[in-house]
């Protein structure tokens, strides 16, 4: 472990920030030009209340602009300027509220989990032996009549038990105290206050009423009682700490994917072993065979089998030869390769994946927000109706009144309720990235969960997104390859799937002269226009139509088409298949009672044509930008809740307007950008199978609150009317966290 000045000095060394930070895209007039988000995982926490204090803590350093942290991943988001403060400080902050923080990528921190959950399960065993005892000399009292046991009998049986339930209340019981003696001193109130007053307000009354059997409180002692809550208690904690492990280790994993260095080579051809961060696009590195490629690049030499399942949800390996890309966070299986790399940091495809889980494991959605604000004054409205128990039953008895305030103390605490809506989010977005679905916005999950209609977009979705030319026309004069060679001038700055097909078609020819096109624009929808020695268009037969002789009849038909400002030129038949999962998905989604349109920006024959192969009923075609959400805006505004899937430039506005969007991770960044689902692979029935996933979960979320109210509806009256002991107070408690914990794990298993 690094002394807290070595460490101080690392976290603020330039370029350690990119292990656990990435410069802040978003700049406002506000922000510093030199903005970082960082990335951190809080220890310590518990409850949503220390959330909120963690945030506090962090948002009255100077320099820091915003902090989100998530109760149930324990993770934050710490948005900072370099020219204000230091990463140390503002972690100097955290520490000083109570808690400890670790860099997200820190090597340690899965030592750190190791050494939190063997200590949990140590003091799970002390509470859990010294309870086991404790009954057994508690048991004679509950079973003896008036007489059976001496005086003195009593008070030896009284005494053993106090001497054991020490273990329990010093070191079993030691998170709750200290956790309580940090919120008490920061004026503030958490989940583990009124549990340690419970404790405390138990183990004084026993113990007075063991050295003071005469006096008050000396008619009974509770320590099997407090005992028992201590390791129902322990119980539920150390089960959920596993199960969050398991959850955080799944996005450490992936963050830990790529090796700490890479053989690099010299000017003078020798490879040297240097650490990661120090490649640099250009440089040339060797990968061998079980290592991961820590790069973007291009294999100049050797072949392997690439495992890029973590990334694509493809299961198989790929084969991987000179000329391939290769992936940084895919795995080398077979052969040592020579790569050139591409993209290092936060240019590559890993890098914006790992952006992706750790932005979606930092968001709360509304359910969430909901519970976590009405934390606070719901714990403080337990803290006022255990007082208000005590005071009632105080002239009774004034022993059992204090039990009865212990007993509200234990079972009101809203653990359930702040785990309800997180727990299942993040236990469905951790199966979704599974199988090739990031999710960038949790809240997307409830919104995917209530869409009634799904807009397809074909070219690129519906529709493979390779296409071939099967038919070229020319005018008088010019030849198939110089038009060829035109177009591809112009395709090369667009990413649309045409214009792909027609550079590869050209790249196919082989031909030598590359023409090169100048001041070239991209008109969304329409086409592309440009200078090659005079004014080119090529795009939709609208766009490309010439001023003194229009397009012939016989090339009306064909999907693109070449001009000049007076003459046409060429147009260009191309074809494309349809997906071979695109059956099967329309077909899935109308078993969900969703309606499935098709909006393309293609011809209407063609449009209506790949709509009949995958039986959608409404296929509309030509549609511009603004057609598409006129259509979309349309419904919407009858009552739909409308998903959009798409991947190209005219797809943004859509996009952006539906209820939820999915992108494939081929798609243009705009596409992307605008989309809260990422679906990496190349299978369509992931959209069916994602919409089927989020209602689940959003019945499970469900459940999950449902549960949690009705356990405080039933329990808290029976607590203040003294039905409900202390231990079964604790034990209901523990069961209620651990029920909503379980039954979101439910959400991990199948697609």
């Known amino acids: 472990m690094h002394s807290d000045s070595s460490m101080a000095v690392l976290l603020d060394d330039r370029q350690e920030w990119l292990r656990f930070s990435q410069p802040h895209k978003t700049k406002t007039s506000q922000d510093s030009a030199d903005c970082w988000d960082s990335h951190v995982v809080i220890q310590g926490m518990h409850c949503a209340a220390c959330a909120f204090t963690v945030e506090e803590a962090l948002l009255t350093v100077p320099g820091v602009r915003s902090a989100e942290v998530n109760a149930a991943t324990h993770r934050a988001k710490v948005v900072w300027s370099a020219d204000a403060v230091k990463p140390s ?31 949990a399960l140590w003091r799970w065993l002390v509470a859990g032996f010294c309870m086991m005892q404790v009954m057994m000399y508690a048991y004679p009292a509950y079973v003896a009549k008036d007489g059976d046991i001496t005086p003195d009998m009593v008070f030896l049986l009284r005494w053993a038990s106090w001497v054991l339930t020490l273990p329990v209340v010093m070191f079993s019981c030691g998170p709750f105290f200290s956790n309580a003696m940090r919120d008490i001193r920061a004026q503030r109130v958490s989940m583990d206050l009124p549990v340690a007053l419970g404790m405390v307000i138990t183990f004084l009354l026993s113990s007075v009423a063991t050295f003071e059997p005469e006096g008050v409180f000396g008619a009974e002692v509770y320590y099997d009682s407090l005992t028992m809550f201590v390791f129902f208690l322990l119980t539920g904690r150390w089960l959920e700490l596993r199960v969050r492990d398991r959850t955080a280790g799944a996005l450490e994993a992936l963050m830990n ?11 003078n051809g020798v490879f040297e072993r240097v650490a990661v961060r120090r490649v640099l696009v250009g440089d040339v590195i060797r990968v061998s065979p079980s290592e991961s490629f820590p790069v973007d690049g291009v294999i100049l030499q050797g072949q392997t089998l690439a495992d890029e399942a973590l990334l694509t949800g493809e299961s198989r390996p790929q084969a991987r030869g000179v000329g391939d890309a290769v992936v940084a966070g895919s795995h080398n299986l077979s052969g040592i390769v020579t790569v050139r790399v591409v993209q290092v940091g936060e240019g590559t495809q890993f890098s914006q994946i790992v952006s992706l889980m750790e932005n979606a494991s930092l968001q709360k959605p509304r359910l969430a927000q909901l519970a976590d604000r ?21 002239p009774t008895n004034p022993g059992h009144a204090l039990m009865v305030a212990v007993a509200v103390l234990v079972v009101t605490c809203p653990c359930a309720l702040s785990l309800a809506t997180p727990a299942a989010m993040l236990a469905a977005a951790g199966n979704l990235a599974r199988h090739g679905v990031l999710v960038r916005h949790l809240q997307a999950l409830e919104s995917l969960a209530e869409i009634d209609t799904l807009i397809f977009d074909k070219t690129g979705t519906l529709t493979q997104d390779g296409q071939r030319v099967t038919r070229v026309l020319t005018a008088e004069g010019v030849t198939p390859e110089k038009a060829l060679g035109l177009a591809a001038a112009l395709a090369k700055h667009s990413l649309h799937p045409l214009s792909r097909a027609l550079v590869q078609a050209y790249e196919a020819s082989a031909q030598s002269a590359t023409p090169v096109a100048q001041d070239v624009n991209e008109r969304i929808g329409l086409g592309l226009e440009g200078h ?16 003194t002789k229009g397009i012939p009849d016989q090339a009306q038909d064909c999907q693109v088409h070449l001009c000049t400002e ?17 059956v099967h998905t329309v077909q899935a989604l109308k078993d969900l009672d969703v309606n499935v349109w098709l909006l393309s920006g293609d ?38 809740r409308v998903a959009m899937v ?40 992931v959209v069916a199978q994602s919409v089927k996933l989020a209602r689940h979960t959003l019945r499970v979320v469900k459940q999950n609150l449902v549960w949690a109210a009705a356990y405080n509806a039933v329990c808290v009256p029976l607590a203040v009317v003294g039905l409900l002991p202390a231990w079964l107070a604790g034990l209901g408690m523990a069961l209620s966290s651990l029920w909503v914990v379980l039954n979101s794990l439910r959400l991990t298993k199948g697609f």
Not at 92 to 119: F, M, N
Not at 374 to 394: D, E, M, R, T
Not at 568 to 579: F, G, M
């Open 89 to 119: 400080i503002w972690m100097a902050a955290i520490a000083k509220a109570g808690y400890g923080a670790l860099p997200a990528a820190d090597s340690s921190l899965r030592q750190a989990r190791h050494e939190e959950s063997r200590r």
């Open 257 to 267: 994917r790529l090796p700490e260095s890479v053989e690099r080579q010299l000017p």
């Open 374 to 394: 009405i934390a606070k004054p719901f714990l403080i409205g337990v803290l006022v109706l255990a007082a208000l128990s005590a005071v009632y039953w105080w």
């Open 532 to 547: 090659i020695d005079e004014k080119l268009r090529l795009g939709s037969a609208s766009f490309c139509t010439p001023k």
């Open 566 to 582: 007076n003459e046409w030129l060429a147009s260009w038949q191309l074809s494309e298949d349809v997906r071979v999962d695109a």
């Open 603 to 640: 011809r209407p024959e063609s449009a209506q044509w790949v709509a009949e192969q995958v039986g959608i009923s409404q296929a509309f075609g030509a549609c511009t930008p603004q057609d598409k959400l006129s259509r979309m805006q349309t419904a919407q505004s009858q009552g739909a």
């Open 646 to 685: 798409g991947d190209g430039l005219n797809d943004g506005p859509v996009l952006a307007g539906a209820h939820v969007s999915m992108a494939f991770g081929n798609a243009v960044p705009l596409a992307q950008s605008k989309s809260d689902l990422i679906l990496m692979g190349g299978s369509l029935l």
